[in-house]
């Protein structure tokens, strides 16, 4: 299981979450409820039934923020599960699209262990554009901090939810 490490821009960061890994794992597969939790998330819904599996498909919107490569935007992903190990890992990927920018392919991957400080986090992102093919040095560099702080802010929101739910 593995993002695209040949793609134009990736990124990968960890944090460790104070709860037991089936709660982190719970709240992060309960994407239908993501918008509640997570502001960088405006909407979203699953386009499948039943439990969270590796043929799960959901389709969520979010803000893109004026850059200097591009005006303030607002991505539709359609992501699809590729793989899943239930309460180990996930990968999904699938297309952004807004009005002023495209990401062709993004791969996003999941790893969740068990640890004596509570459950670690791992997550890798991809991204796949025509856009970002031209891109280079500190262009390059910048829009793959936008991913990376994205992923941040992700990881501590999702801290921030399990937390939270400590029974």
Do not use: N, Y
């Not at 997570?38 to 004026?66: C, E, I, N």
């Not at 390059?140 to 802010?153: E, F, I, N, S, T």
């Amino acid at each position: 299981m593995s993002i695209d490490h040949a793609a134009t821009i990736t990124r990968a960061t960890d944090i460790v979450i104070d709860a037991p890994l089936e709660r982190v794992w719970d709240v992060h597969t309960d994407v239908e409820s993501w918008d509640e939790w997570q502001d960088a998330v405006l909407t979203v819904k699953r386009l499948d039934s039943g439990a969270f599996s590796s043929d799960s498909r959901f389709r969520w919107t979010t803000p893109v923020p004026k850059s200097q490569f591009a005006p303030a935007d607002k991505l539709t992903i359609t992501s699809s599960v590729k793989q899943m190990e239930p309460g180990t890992c996930v990968l999904w990927e699938g297309p952004g699209i807004g009005k002023a920018i495209t990401i062709d392919k993004g791969t996003h991957l999941w790893i969740f262990t068990e640890t004596d400080e509570g459950t670690h986090v791992h997550t890798e992102e991809s991204w796949d554009a025509k856009l970002l093919d031209s891109l280079k040095g500190p262009d390059r560099d910048a829009v793959a901090a936008m991913l990376g702080g994205g992923l941040d802010v992700w990881l501590q929101a999702l801290k921030t939810r399990a937390e939270a739910l400590k029974s």
